[in-house]
């Protein structure tokens, strides 16, 4: 299965919004309400952000917020900060019980 | 708390075996699937697989299927990533990660710090 595609960077200032995109297709994304969010700071493990398309584990800002739209997820920091410099994955659940991730954008604030 | 500590770093010739491990903690083992999660140096991240250890099902992607062998042993809570032989290719940082969500997959709640593989003449 292909990876999903987000793009390779963005950026922002404190105190401003970003927004990363993670595109599958209508067998992935589209099909299930099973996106999940991923932080990863360098030189550090994968942190869960956002599950099931939305919903943000106990201990997450609610600056994290996700949403979906036909075969693309989205996941906005509202209110950026220095400590959300990282890169961010997305996954997808698919079919035959299996993940797939997408190719990871790296946040930078300015 | 929950927890996953995985093994030390390894470095290993081309062509050797090695073996893996992922203990898990402060959960009911046998309920949860557990999966490896390869990143390659300065790469993204990779979803290879996965095993139930209370049946030990296993869910390959085919990007790693035939490449490498999940498994685990209930009795002391730990899963397992094996090579039969390493390629200088299989270089990377792996982790293990506990899954959940209404499938019971759907997602990784719980990860690992990684273990560094290096594989090299």
């Known amino acids: 299965q292909s990876a999903l595609t987000q793009p390779p960077s963005v950026s922002g200032s404190p105190g401003q919004s970003v927004t990363i995109s993670c595109t599958g297709t209508?067998?992935?994304?589209?099909?299930?309400?099973?996106v999940s969010w991923y932080q990863q700071p360098p030189g550090t493990a994968p942190k869960l952000m956002i599950y099931?398309?939305?919903n943000r584990p106990s201990g997450v800002p609610d600056r994290f917020s996700g949403s979906k739209s036909g075969n693309t997820a989205s996941l906005t920091i509202s209110g950026l900060q220095a400590e959300d410099e990282a890169d961010y994955y997305c996954?997808?659940?698919?079919?035959?019980?299996?993940?797939?991730f997408g190719g990871g954008t790296k946040l930078t604030v300015l | 708390e929950v927890q996953l500590v995985q093994s030390g770093p390894e470095v290993k010739k081309p062509g050797e075996s090695l073996k893996i491990s992922c203990k898990g903690s402060g959960y009911r083992f046998t309920t949860y699937w557990i999966g490896w999660v390869r990143q390659m140096p300065g790469k993204g991240l990779e979803w290879m697989g996965i095993?139930?250890?209370?049946?030990?099902?296993?869910r390959y992607s085919p990007s790693f299927q035939g490449q490498v062998t999940i498994s685990a042993d209930k009795s002391i809570t730990t899963a397992y990533l094996q090579w039969s032989s390493l390629k200088a290719s299989d270089t990377a940082i792996y982790y293990c990660?506990?899954?959940?969500?209404?499938?019971?997959?759907?997602?990784?709640?719980?990860w690992g710090i990684g273990t560094t593989v290096t594989v090299s003449s």
């Open positions: 209508s067998s992935d994304v589209g099909y299930y309400n099973r």
């Open positions: 099931d398309v939305r």
């Open positions: 996954s997808s659940y698919i079919s035959s019980s299996t993940l797939v």
């Open positions: 095993i139930y250890p209370g049946d030990s099902e296993t």
């Open positions: 990660a506990r899954h959940t969500g209404l499938d019971g997959i759907d997602y990784m709640d719980v």
